[in-house]
């Protein structure tokens, strides 16, 4: 299951608001019996994801209109 698209606006920062959101996703990705979750973290995102359980699985390079970038194939196993 991949975890996509995880945006709380930075008006918001630090009230729980992304934490809510996600731990929302989990319990329903618990609850449907998916065996891990995938997401692809920024690097100003990388450090929520590991604080929620995620590990990186790889580093990546991306471009996007003309423009180089990095991010992070994370992973977190639901199921032993």
Same mark, same amino acid.
């Given at each position: ?6 945006? /709380?606006?930075? +008006?918001? +920062?630090?009230?729980?608001? #992304?934490?809510a959101l996600f !731990?929302?996703? !989990?319990? &329903? =990705?618990?609850?449907i019996g998916a /065996? &891990?979750?995938?997401? &692809? #973290?920024?690097i100003p995102a990388?450090? $929520? $994801? &590991? @604080?929620?359980?995620? !590990?990186?699985? #790889?580093?990546?390079? *991306? ?5 180089? $970038? @990095?991010?992070?194939?994370?992973? *977190?196993?639901?199921? =032993?």
């Amino acid at each position: 299951m991949l975890a996509d698209m995880l945006y /709380a606006d930075p +008006a918001y +920062a630090r009230r729980g608001v #992304a934490t809510a959101l996600f !731990e929302a996703l !989990e319990t &329903e =990705a618990r609850r449907i019996g998916a /065996a &891990e979750l995938h997401t &692809e #973290a920024s690097i100003p995102a990388k450090p $929520f $994801f &590991e @604080q929620a359980g995620f !590990e990186v699985i #790889a580093v990546q390079t *991306k471009m996007l209109a003309g423009i180089l $970038f @990095q991010n992070f194939s994370m992973r *977190k196993m639901l199921i =032993a």
